[in-house]
């Protein structure tokens, strides 16, 4: 702590160093990577992008990789904008559009930066309860009366529940709020969702972020981006270019624009999760735990007599880490991100072990 610290610092708690722990040999199911490495079209073309190329600064708008996300969702690269990862990208966007006299709703479990954003910039946050299911209601979100958003943000699926909100469920909040800005941050909706990137041409207020660290497996390369209509990405390419005018990296831009072009990579790697999720939810339902219905990389598990802190530091003890969020409602449960099978298989066997012990 410092005297030269402004009220913004002392208010925030640093990301917690044990999610990234730097150990070898770990199970590490913690924070929703890909199993499976990116496509091996990536890696060469990251290599073929370190040649001389590197003293040159890279494309200040990232044109190639614009192009490549237009084509792939079929929408204009004016309505693209890219960012180091979506955090970043979501930091863009709390500041350019998120931030308005009347406040920002976001349910109350939900991605845990949504509120250190709030403090940041001094939004007001309204915290919405999800439903008993740990659903997101949709009628929480319509306006009632004088009573209605200034912005709205959740993910879809939610994080870190797992739970995922039909298409036209998520376009009833977008319609109703045609005043206000709605995010869906989609970091997870390539592992069962469909994506409201189909809705933007119909409705300017909506913004839909996503990230390259997920379904992609690029989690270290830091490319995230968001699509939405020309004015809601000019907002967000006017915060950027006040702090730095190269979006990413050349090596960023040239592995992102493979990754996208390698549509049929991206869908087996998708799949496979999707397969191990399934078998991983069947193996923990058979040791009693309950476990919410996931359209993302992970899941979210309780078992009904034992402490999900609990269970978290057995696992640790055994080299396993998952994430425990110690928080209302959700101190019983496990975040487990879905791994190999042999990882899924080595987690399962000690939880049966710690079980019965
Ligand atoms: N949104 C959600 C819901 C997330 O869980 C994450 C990952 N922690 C992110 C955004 C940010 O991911 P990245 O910055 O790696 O794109």
Redesign the pocket.
């Known amino acids: 702590m410092s005297r030269f610290w402004s009220a913004v610092v002392h208010g925030l708690t640093p990301y917690v160093p044990g999610e990234q722990p730097k150990l070898d040999n770990l199970v590490k199911l913690n924070?929703?990577e890909h199993p499976c490495g990116p496509s091996p079209k990536v890696l060469e073309a990251i290599r073929a992008a370190t040649g001389d190329g590197l003293r040159l600064y890279p494309d200040p708008n990232a044109d190639a990789l614009k192009a490549a996300l237009a084509r792939h969702h079929g929408v204009r690269p004016e309505q693209i904008f890219v960012g180091?990862?979506?955090?970043?990208?979501?930091a863009h966007a709390f500041m350019a559009l998120l931030k308005h006299e009347r406040a920002l709703w976001f349910p109350d479990i939900?991605?845990s930066?949504y509120p250190v954003y709030c403090g940041l910039y001094d939004i007001q946050p309204r915290i919405v309860p999800l439903a008993e299911d740990f659903s997101i209601r949709v009628e929480d979100y319509l306006p009632r009366g004088d009573e209605r958003a200034g912005a709205i943000i959740f993910?879809n699926p939610?994080?870190?529940t797992g739970r995922l909100l039909a298409l036209a469920e998520v376009e009833r909040i977008v319609a109703a709020n045609p005043e206000a800005v709605v995010l869906v941050?989609e970091?997870?909706v390539d592992f069962g969702g469909d994506s409201a990137i189909a809705l933007v041409d119909r409705h300017p207020n909506l913004l839909v972020?996503?990230?390259?660290?997920?379904s992609r497996a690029l989690?270290g390369l830091?490319?995230?981006y968001a699509v939405g209509d020309a004015a809601l990405i000019e907002a967000l390419e006017r915060v950027k270019n006040s702090f730095n005018s190269y979006p990413l990296d050349r090596l960023a831009i040239a592995g992102a624009v493979a990754s996208v072009e390698d549509e049929d990579y991206f869908r087996a790697s998708c799949a496979q999760v999707i397969e191990t999720r399934a078998r991983l939810v069947a193996d923990l339902q058979a040791l009693g735990f309950e476990v919410l219905p996931s359209a993302a990389n992970f899941i979210f598990a309780r078992h009904p007599t034992r402490d999900g802190a609990e269970l978290t530091a057995e696992l640790r003890r055994r080299a396993i880490i998952v994430r425990h969020f110690k928080a209302a409602r959700i101190d019983q449960f496990m975040r487990i991100t879905v791994g190999t099978d042999a990882q899924c298989a080595i987690l399962v066997a000690a939880l049966r072990e710690i079980l019965a012990g």
């Open positions: 924070t929703n180091n990862g979506s955090d970043e990208v979501l939900t991605y930066f993910p939610n994080a870190p941050d970091a997870y972020t996503r990230t390259f660290s997920k989690a830091r490319v995230g």
